[in-house]
């Protein structure tokens, strides 16, 4: 079973940076793909980037694009989210998630099996 922990989080002035981890545990094979989403109050999950085995493959959605870097140490089994330049409308609780999909990009939530518990960003 896939145990994932995120951390990193915290809260920032707008145009700050902030650097999430992603730390994975328990598994048999390490998962191909990974991701992570947010969640703002009020507001559906939403996909942030996701990744693929090797760091071959990565995909971002529009409004973070330019901005925040996705990339993984499988090595250390981490993945992690370098996110620059940072704005008010980033603030939300963000989510790592890990999945069986293929050599492909993947953001779709209902994709991936495995969700950590989140971390707060926070920027004012």
């Known amino acids: 079973h896939v145990q994932l922990v995120e951390s990193g989080g915290g809260s920032v002035q707008a145009g700050g940076s902030l650097r999430l981890s992603c730390a994975a545990s328990g598994y048999t094979f390490l998962p191909h793909n990974m991701a992570w989403f947010r969640q703002a109050p009020g507001k559906e999950r939403e996909a942030v980037a996701s990744i693929y085995t090797g760091g071959a493959g990565t995909c971002y959605a529009d409004s973070v694009k330019g901005r925040f870097t996705i990339s993984r140490d499988n090595a250390k089994n981490t993945v992690y989210l370098q996110m620059n330049s940072l704005e008010a409308e980033d603030t939300a609780m963000y989510y790592c998630?890990?999945?069986?999909?293929?050599?492909?990009?993947?953001?779709?939530?209902?994709?991936?099996?495995?969700w950590g518990q989140g971390t707060q960003v926070t920027v004012s």
């Open positions: 998630a890990a999945g069986y999909i293929g050599s492909r990009c993947d953001l779709a939530a209902t994709s991936y099996n495995y």
